[in-house]
């Protein structure tokens, strides 16, 4: 049987990788002239979509360059790539950027503060996500126009956070770890220390709008009532109901594959969700338009009743295809992108959907696709970062890098990666000039998707 590392030999391991990689060189990003063309990269995503939303998700990508970095996950996982790396590694995000922090609520029916998105989650370098993180706190404190010293303190405050919080993991037991989270409030009441009264008005109210950005407010939203039946409203091109989107036998067939893709999906939920599971019945099903970088990606939400009509559940299937990291740092474990996607999360995240599962179907176009479902809604809230004041998003990248280092800690070699990012300012003052450096490639990009528009090379349209 092989020997386990010590603590002491991991942080030995780790501090020994300063010499192979100076955490001075993670503030370097240059682009060789071979860099792939970013409209490019965009466009193969695009084949695989759905046609008639793809415009959209150019019209949506074009509208800043911080929208255009949402949608531009690949693009910058080909460039992350070229940057420097330890070698050590952990499940990763894939895509954490400062708006896929949230609030969400804890099974227990806790707020709590956590990663959300895990479209791209996979095992990967510890760096990349951290950089992802960095460079969107550049591009956003752009867009609301700080100067360029108030963004470094933004993104070196961030990058502390995330050195010092691990440096705390590897202190820990390992079951203290696991059981880490951010109870939302446990933030607040820390927050109050610190906040002016119409700062602790503000994240008081955030908490208040994310308790009621539930099921039954989404339900509420979402359907209409019509002889005696509930159905999902039609808001197209974002929502579109199957009775409006295909013809009476294809959409026939597509409703009897979406009711197979939710009791199949229940299989792989624990026994006690899935006999919950089983006392809702479908009712409706649309196609619904998400976000900005799953714009065109297959995504359907379905209307769930229990006892009456006044017992909802909506749910969100949503297409997962390869990680865009998988080029880079290897497949999936699992050949089920929908699982992959859901054991990242389940990973990743301090507290989970209990009606987090996964699903493969058989389109009316003979193609087999993976899905990942979850609820739809439940206590979500996202901060207001486009109106923050610099302070307010200096506080929120705190909590970004905290989180993200808590979710790194949970699979990644925390002793090793504490020891390696050590007690000094070397990494985080590394990674505000990586990630100017890469808020400047990021408006190059967006301004070559214009041009792209602007030729005719791509369509791209409003919503």
């Not at 503000?202 to 509420?220: F, S």
């Not at 808001?235 to 009897?256: H, K, W, Y």
Request: glycine share 8%; charged share 25%.
């Amino acid at each position: 049987m092989a020997s386990v590392p010590t603590p002491q030999e991991r942080a030995e391991q780790g501090r020994a990788l300063r010499s192979e990689v100076p955490r001075s060189w993670h503030a370097e990003f240059s682009p060789s002239a071979s860099r792939a063309d970013p409209v490019d990269i965009i466009e193969r995503q695009s084949a695989l979509r759905v046609p008639e939303l793809v415009p959209l998700r150019y019209g949506r990508m074009l509208e800043s360059p911080f929208r255009f970095y949402r949608g531009a996950a690949a693009i910058m996982a080909a460039d992350l790539a070229t940057t420097p790396s330890t070698g050590l590694r952990t499940q990763l995000c894939g895509d954490a950027h400062l708006l896929n922090f949230r609030l969400l609520a804890s099974p227990e029916r806790h707020l709590m503060f956590d990663l959300n998105d895990f479209d791209e989650t996979l095992p990967g370098p510890w760096e990349w996500d951290v950089k992802r993180l960095a460079a969107s706190l550049a591009i956003a404190g752009r867009g609301n126009g700080f100067p360029e010293k108030v963004r470094t303190g933004i993104v070196r405050a961030a990058g502390a956070s995330y050195r010092e919080q691990m440096r705390r993991y590897a202190e820990m037991r390992t079951l203290e770890v696991w059981y880490a989270h951010a109870d939302m409030a446990e933030v607040e009441a820390e927050e109050a220390h610190e906040l002016s009264g119409r700062g602790r008005a503000g994240l008081a109210r955030t908490i208040a709008q994310a308790r009621t950005h539930d099921t039954v407010q989404a339900y509420r939203k979402l359907t209409r009532r019509s002889g005696g039946q509930v159905r999902i409203a039609a808001d197209p091109p974002l929502i579109v109901p199957l009775d409006d989107l295909l013809p009476d036998v294809e959409r026939d067939q597509l409703t009897d594959q979406i009711h197979g893709l939710v009791q199949g999906y229940g299989g792989t939920l624990r026994s006690d969700h899935r006999r919950l599971l089983e006392q809702y019945r479908v009712v409706d099903v649309a196609r619904k338009v998400v976000g900005v970088g799953s714009v065109g990606t297959r995504c359907w939400i379905v209307l769930l009743l229990g006892k009456d009509t006044d017992d909802p559940l909506l749910l969100q299937a949503k297409e997962a295809d390869d990680s865009v990291l998988a080029a880079y740092a290897g497949p999936s474990l699992y050949s089920h992108q929908g699982e992959r996607v859901a054991a990242g999360q389940r990973l990743m995240q301090a507290a989970g959907d209990i009606f987090l599962g996964w699903a493969r179907t058989t389109g009316i176009d003979g193609r087999q696709r993976d899905f990942y479902v979850r609820q739809l809604r439940d206590w979500k809230g996202i901060m207001p970062t486009d109106a923050m004041a610099s302070t307010g998003m200096r506080r929120f990248a705190v909590r970004c890098g905290a989180t993200l280092a808590r979710a790194h800690a949970r699979s990644g070699d925390r002793i090793a990666i504490g020891a390696y990012l050590g007690s000094g300012t070397v990494f985080e003052e590394a990674l505000a000039r990586f990630a100017e450096r890469y808020a400047d490639r990021n408006e190059l990009d967006h301004q070559a998707l214009g041009k792209a528009v602007r030729s005719g090379r791509v369509a791209a349209a409003s919503s």
